[in-house]
């Protein structure tokens, strides 16, 4: 996740460039009057191997003070260059943000102008080192500017807050999604100044993946960590061939309490959230990874929530599209156990108008506007959204809006202490409905989940971070 706005980096760099083989030359070539010195400098060499070193101090700001952490001479890197530019040397020194005072000649330096480019790491230096309950030097880089920590035992990293908090942790899998669309059809990704950018297939968060057991009876979701049934329940063998045998919600509570199966018994019927993570919303009939879960039909499957309005019925979720409806318990459905620990529902109220889920690390908005959007205004809204020092808010996509939903209530379905003002009504995703180009939509009335058409649909928003 982001770096602290207020950890900073300051350095001050001059940049000494000599050859290691004989004859190799270096040449500065500095930029006529009048140029735009904003840009790097162009440089141009010999080819040959260069070592590249710099004189530096770097101060931390940790919210107590600056603290010197590194000051003299260093090398960056020994790079083999060819006869290029200054620009290539940026790309290919890693792990480095600096200011560059510049040299002009082998073995001897002078500063010649003031030009910045950034190359730098978000776990150099190692944040970690600093997070209470966070492993030092355990930071792994997510891109230039996200970092993830490993936490203590007993703690789990938060995302949102760049924190180790007690507990456990439930990521969200993606959606599948991976292409973009207007209200109508498929198009071309959006840039961030086009309409219709914000949407699922821009923000990949927990790539779906799993593994399928080397008995191949059973496959474990490497995201959440939950092992699941690999055949619907009345299938068996690698292909999951048969008849599936459908049953009703108490006689599928028991079929998942009393299976024994790959050496475990400890199976139970999924909740509705836990069904909804291997949906795969990319696909159609079925919505789901087919290889890795091969005889799904395009069926409803249950799930051990109860419906909240109606306790006479519970929800299921239907594989020919991903809907998340209820019905009654007595009603036949098709059932796949799975084993794992249940994430307890937890929220914490920042007391800055946005609230952190701690289950899965996002952050909320925690009001919404109660304003009526289209879907595409719906997009451009959280991508202009600054609430709280952020920035980068974004519409949430099915999964992450479904999972705020508290089935044990409704009228609205969600904790309205932790998020009050709540509208009992249609709140948008960022999910396409990839074969009518509608979009996924909740209600809050009680978490139903269905699609709607983007331009005549109006929908409340609330915005979401992190992942």
């Given at each position: 996740?982001?770096?602290?706005?207020?950890?900073?980096?300051?350095?001050?760099l001059?940049?000494?460039?000599?050859p290691?083989?004989?004859?190799?030359q270096?040449e500065l070539l500095?930029?006529?009057?009048?140029?735009?010195?904003?840009?790097?400098?162009?440089?141009?060499?010999?080819?040959?191997?260069y070592?590249?070193?710099?004189?530096?101090?770097?101060?931390?700001?940790?919210?107590f003070?600056?603290?010197?952490?590194l000051?003299?001479?260093?090398p960056i890197?020994?790079?083999?260059?060819?006869?290029?530019w200054w620009d290539?040397i940026?790309?290919?020194?890693?792990?480095y943000?600096?200011?560059?005072?510049l040299?002009v000649y082998?073995?001897a330096f002078e500063?010649?102008g003031a030009w910045?480019?950034y190359?730098?790491s978000?776990?150099?230096p190692?944040?970690?080192?600093?997070?209470l309950?966070?492993?030092?030097?355990?930071?792994e880089?997510?891109?230039?500017?996200?970092?993830?920590?490993h936490?203590d035992?007993?703690?789990t990293w938060?995302g949102?807050?760049?924190?180790c908090?007690p507990g456990?942790s439930?990521?969200?899998?993606?959606?599948?999604?991976d292409?973009c669309?207007?209200?109508?059809?498929?198009?071309q990704?959006?840039?961030?100044?086009?309409p219709f950018?914000?949407q699922?297939?821009?923000?990949?968060?927990?790539p779906?993946s799993?593994?399928?057991?080397?008995?191949?009876?059973?496959?474990t979701?490497?995201?959440t960590?939950?092992?699941?049934?690999?055949c619907?329940?009345?299938?068996s063998?690698p292909?999951?061939?048969?008849?599936i045998?459908t049953?009703?919600?108490?006689?599928?509570?028991t079929?998942c309490?009393g299976l024994?199966?790959a050496?475990h018994?400890d199976?139970?019927?999924?909740?509705?959230k836990?069904?909804q993570?291997?949906?795969?919303?990319?696909?159609y009939?079925?919505?789901?990874d087919t290889?890795?879960?091969?005889?799904?039909?395009?069926?409803?499957?249950?799930?051990s929530s109860?419906?909240?309005s109606?306790?006479?019925n519970?929800w299921?979720?239907?594989?020919?599209?991903?809907?998340?409806?209820?019905?009654d318990k007595?009603e036949?459905r098709?059932v796949?156990?799975?084993?794992?620990?249940?994430v307890?529902?937890?929220?914490t109220?920042n007391?800055?108008?946005?609230v952190t889920d701690?289950?899965t690390?996002?952050m909320?908005?925690q009001?919404?506007?109660s304003q009526?959007?289209?879907w595409?205004?719906a997009l451009a809204y959280?991508?202009?959204?600054?609430?709280d020092?952020?920035s980068d808010?974004?519409?949430?996509n099915?999964?992450?809006?479904r999972?705020?939903?508290d089935n044990?209530r409704?009228?609205?379905?969600?904790?309205t202490v932790?998020?009050?003002?709540?509208n009992?009504?249609?709140?948008?995703s960022s999910?396409?409905y990839?074969?009518?180009f509608?979009?996924?939509?909740?209600n809050?009335y009680?978490g139903?989940?269905?699609?709607?058409?983007?331009?005549?649909?109006?929908?409340?928003v609330r915005?979401v971070r992190g992942?």
């Open positions: 996740m982001k770096k602290p706005k207020e950890r900073l980096l300051l350095c001050t001059a940049l000494l460039l000599y290691a083989l004989a004859g190799a270096f500095l930029p006529p009057s009048g140029a735009d010195v904003t840009s790097p400098p162009t440089f141009e060499w010999a080819a040959g191997e070592d590249v070193f710099s004189l530096y101090s770097v101060f931390y700001y940790e919210g003070g600056y603290y010197p952490l000051i003299g001479w260093y890197a020994s790079l083999p260059l060819t006869q290029g290539a940026a790309v290919d020194v890693p792990n943000w600096a200011v560059i005072g040299s082998p073995l500063i010649a910045s480019f190359k730098w978000p776990c150099d190692d944040p970690c080192e600093y997070i309950n966070a492993v030092p030097d355990s930071c880089a997510d891109g230039a500017d996200d970092f993830t920590c936490c035992a007993e703690y938060q949102a807050t760049n924190a908090i456990s439930s990521a969200l899998p993606d959606t599948g999604i292409e669309y207007d209200d109508t059809q498929p198009i990704c959006p840039a961030s100044d086009q950018f914000g699922d297939a821009q923000y990949v968060i927990n779906m799993y593994t399928v057991g080397l008995d191949e009876l059973t496959v979701d490497n995201v960590g939950l092992m699941w049934q690999k619907t329940a009345g299938l063998g292909d999951c061939s048969g008849w045998a049953r009703t919600w108490t006689d599928a509570i079929y309490k024994d199966l050496g018994t199976w139970r019927l999924p909740n509705v836990e069904v993570s291997i949906v795969n919303y990319g696909r009939n079925p919505v789901i290889v890795v879960f091969p005889g799904t039909n395009a069926g409803w499957y249950w799930s109860t419906y909240a109606d306790t006479s519970a299921h979720v239907t594989c020919d599209n991903g809907r998340v409806n209820h019905c007595a036949t098709s796949r156990c799975v084993r794992g620990d249940s307890a529902r937890s929220f109220d007391l800055d108008l946005t701690n289950a690390g996002l909320w908005q009001e919404d506007d009526f959007r289209s595409e205004s959280c991508e202009d959204l600054d609430l020092g952020h808010w974004r519409l949430p099915v999964k992450e809006l999972s705020i939903v044990s409704y009228n609205p379905a969600i904790d932790v998020f009050p003002g709540t009992a009504g249609w709140y948008w999910s396409t990839v074969t009518r509608d979009a996924w939509l909740v809050f009680d139903y989940t269905l699609f709607g058409t983007k331009s005549s649909i109006q929908g409340y915005c992942g």
